[in-house]
């Protein structure tokens, strides 16, 4: 018998300009999709799988935006982790990764509370701008 848990799951938004806020992410998994496009800011959504369990999501037009801002502190959060295959731009969202469906899952409060670590050592390395990390 598989065990039911009540766990709160969260994802984290990272914006260009260092803002971020935690979300709290869906039970259900037919709103992943909506708070995604919400959150980012978007029509359409990809995903970057960053470990088997962290993912990070993105405009997936954001690189044909009239002036897309890249994404410094998602791409130093990313360095953490891997090498980031491209620059990305635009609102991230991070999340969990995948469960044996392909379901999106959560951030754990544990997974949460490191991400935001890393954002606040980001916030405190660049001092008031941000974009200054990434020249």
Known sequence: MSK??????FALLVRPDGFFK???WPAETGDNLKTLRAE?????????????????WVDDEGLYAENPHVNVPASLILFRYCTPPQRYVGNAVFTGGADPHGATLGLTEDQVTELIGHMLTILAMAGADINALAE
């Open 40 to 56: 980012i800011e978007c029509r359409t959504v990809d995903v970057f799988d960053v470990t088997e369990t962290l993912s990070m």
């Open 22 to 24: 935690i979300i709290d």
């Open 4 to 9: 039911i848990s009540n766990a709160r799951s």
